[in-house]
């Protein structure tokens, strides 16, 4: 097994070869890309996909956002006019029966 040290000479005292350095950086950097690709291409997609939708949506937001204040407005405006004509409560006098005495022919049936 040989080590390759900065000096530029392995453990086994041979100058090392400029060709497997690059070899092994270029290997290094196929095995990242390869990892990180999903993740990366995940990231940029979903920023992406967000962008597009906020694209499409900032429009409707507007449009929701006015009839919202529209609905409002009619809200406000109808329980203001209902309140105005609404009357308060009032005490009613109902007033007290009266007894009719007795013999008087309202306290008699029909035969």
Avoid: E, F, N
């Avoid at 690709?37 to 997609?45: D, H, I, N, W």
């Avoid at 507007?62 to 919202?68: K, R, Y």
């Amino acid at each position: 097994m040989t080590t390759s040290y900065p000096s530029g000479k392995s453990s086994s005292g041979k100058p090392s070869s400029g060709k497997s350095v690059l070899g092994a950086g270029l290997l290094a950097v196929a095995a990242c890309a390869v990892c990180c690709a999903g993740p990366l291409l995940a990231v940029l997609g979903s920023l992406g996909v967000a962008s597009a939708i906020g694209a499409l949506w900032a429009p409707v937001l507007a449009v929701l956002a006015v009839a919202a204040v529209v609905a409002a407005v009619w809200v406000h405006r109808r329980r203001k006019r209902r309140s105005a004509c609404h009357a308060g409560p009032a005490s009613v006098d109902v007033g007290m029966p009266t007894r009719i005495p007795p013999g008087t022919g309202s306290d008699r049936l029909p035969q």
